[in-house]
């Protein structure tokens, strides 16, 4: 099984590299730009691993199925900016639940870990919070699109995200959830291992998210307003 995500990740990671390269050849900013946070992504685990052993001196050593989802994650969403959000109609609810519920499956091992949050949350809070906490994730990430699409307006420069409607952000949602309540639904303990490793810092992850979640909100609000503000005055 080890080996199996390993060769997951490699291929996956790999495919993400092709993405950028595709992109630089095309000069397409948003397939750059997303390639390389897709690529930072895949390699948060291995830095999350050297910054513990470089501040505490603790031997932290993640699975590989951490990486080798989030190297899929971004992938998915690396083919979607390269056009397949465009040509495949069902490839964004795709990319939506595979996302959603990564995120939901780092949140719910936070919250069922024993040695972390485990013992404080009952199964169905836990199961509650998560499937909330990626909604809000969800938001802020239409949030980001919109923000995005606004500004690109703004300064006359194509967005690094797009944003389709209102429409695609209600099924954005919906798919959002559809990864998280499958996560719950069938207990998805696969990073309770990893979480036990670093259970303070899960429990700070996840109480910081939830706070980050709720600013980064009101700050992306009023910051659409304010382009809106800008642009209005400008006309």
Do not use: C
Not at 10 to 28: C, D, E
Not at 92 to 105: C, E, K, M, R, Y
Not at 176 to 202: K, L, T, Y
């Amino acid at each position: 099984m080890t080996n199996a995500l390993q060769t997951v990740f490699f291929v996956f990671s790999t495919g993400i590299l092709g993405t950028v390269l595709i992109g630089l050849r095309s000069r397409n900013l948003q397939a750059v730009v997303n390639g390389i946070a897709s690529a930072v992504a895949v390699a948060l685990p291995t830095l999350t691993e050297f910054a513990f052993a470089l501040g505490s001196g603790a031997d932290v050593a993640f699975g590989p199925a951490l990486s080798a989802w989030i190297a899929v994650a971004g992938f998915l969403h690396m083919l979607g900016m390269l056009g397949w959000y465009d040509t495949v109609g069902w490839w964004d609810h795709l990319t939506h639940s595979v996302s959603a519920a990564l995120v939901a499956a780092l949140v719910y091992a936070s919250l069922r870990a024993p040695s972390a949050l485990g013992s404080q949350v009952s199964g169905p809070y836990a199961a509650l919070f998560t499937v909330l906490f990626t909604l809000g994730a969800g938001v802020v990430w239409e949030l980001l699109e919109l923000a995005a699409r606004d500004l690109g307006k703004y300064i006359d420069r194509p967005p690094v995200l797009e944003y389709y409607g209102l429409r695609d952000t209600v099924l954005d949602m919906a798919f959002n959830g559809v990864g998280a309540v499958v996560v719950v639904a069938f207990d998805v303990r696969v990073f309770v291992s990893d979480v036990e490793q670093v259970p303070r810092a899960a429990e700070t992850a996840v109480v910081g998210g939830s706070v980050l979640l709720f600013v980064g909100a009101l700050a992306l609000g009023f910051a659409l307003e304010t382009i809106r503000n800008d642009a209005t005055d400008g006309d």
